[in-house]
């Protein structure tokens, strides 16, 4: 037990606390498993003490301050550059998940039909929006885990930046005529192609 407490006080000053607590965990399960087949006769590490890891690095979100001064010059933008900050500030979508977003993963819940139906086929009178975040624009197309595939409410500042948005690109449909490539992609050029992290920029 001795030899214990001193191991994890020595990883103290390299690891942060919950990193610890996950190395106790693992140790605490393993001699468990050990008792079950009467490899050992107790179990030491439940005796153990888990020290106070290292302090962690310094955050680098947005305080309070830093995202409505980025909001407020969001409003000011372009309807695209609007939306994409609105949404990724507000509610958690990754912007590799949004510049793969749909149109048809945009969705208002139609109180008549009792159903989620894309804004494109029910339109924007409604109380209730979300949105599908299934894709990415990573290799092979998928979210960065299978949990990250998910489906996010939408408070009401985020349904008037995409609003306006789909508002904008309808007029810039009609511009483009023949030019305009039907990709469904809520954020896209002038022409309706994907856009990459650098036009973003």
Same mark, same amino acid.
């Given at each position: 037990?001795?030899?214990?407490?001193?191991?994890?006080?020595?990883?103290?000053? %390299?690891?942060?606390?919950?990193?610890?607590?996950?190395?106790?965990?693992?140790?605490?399960?393993?001699?468990?498993?050990?008792?079950?087949? /009467?490899?050992?006769?107790?179990?030491?590490? /439940?005796?153990?003490?888990? $020290?106070?890891?290292?302090?962690?690095?310094?955050?680098?979100?947005?305080?309070?301050?830093?995202?409505?001064?980025?909001?407020?010059?969001? %409003?000011?933008?372009?309807?695209?550059?609007?939306?994409?900050?609105?949404?990724?500030?507000?509610?958690?979508?990754?912007?590799?998940? @949004?510049?793969?977003?749909?149109?048809?993963?945009?969705?208002?819940? /139609?109180?008549?039909?009792?159903?989620?139906? $894309?804004?494109?086929?029910?339109?924007? %009178?409604?109380?209730?929006?979300?949105?599908?975040?299934?894709?990415?624009?990573?290799?092979?197309?998928?979210?960065? #885990?299978?949990?990250?595939?998910?489906?996010?409410?939408? $408070?009401?500042?985020?349904?008037?930046? $995409?609003?306006?948005?789909?508002?904008?690109?309808?007029?810039?449909?009609?511009?483009?005529? /023949?030019?305009?490539?039907?990709?469904? @992609?809520?954020?896209? #050029?002038?022409?309706?192609?994907?856009? #990459?992290?650098?036009?973003?920029?």
């Amino acid at each position: 037990m001795e030899d214990l407490d001193k191991w994890l006080a020595g990883k103290a000053g %390299e690891l942060g606390t919950r990193s610890l607590k996950l190395i106790h965990g693992i140790l605490n399960r393993a001699v468990k498993s050990a008792m079950r087949r /009467d490899k050992v006769k107790r179990n030491v590490v /439940d005796l153990c003490d888990i $020290p106070e890891g290292r302090a962690g690095r310094p955050s680098k979100a947005l305080t309070l301050a830093q995202a409505l001064a980025v909001l407020t010059q969001a %409003e000011k933008s372009g309807e695209r550059m609007r939306a994409y900050i609105v949404l990724s500030l507000l509610i958690g979508a990754r912007t590799e998940e @949004l510049r793969a977003l749909l149109w048809s993963h945009v969705v208002a819940y /139609d109180e008549a039909r009792a159903a989620w139906l $894309p804004v494109g086929e029910t339109g924007w %009178e409604h109380e209730e929006f979300a949105i599908y975040v299934w894709r990415s624009v990573r290799q092979k197309g998928g979210t960065k #885990t299978v949990k990250s595939r998910r489906s996010l409410k939408l $408070p009401r500042r985020c349904v008037d930046a $995409p609003r306006l948005l789909r508002e904008a690109q309808e007029i810039a449909q009609e511009k483009a005529g /023949d030019r305009w490539k039907g990709t469904d @992609l809520v954020f896209c #050029t002038r022409t309706g192609t994907p856009v #990459t992290a650098h036009n973003v920029r």
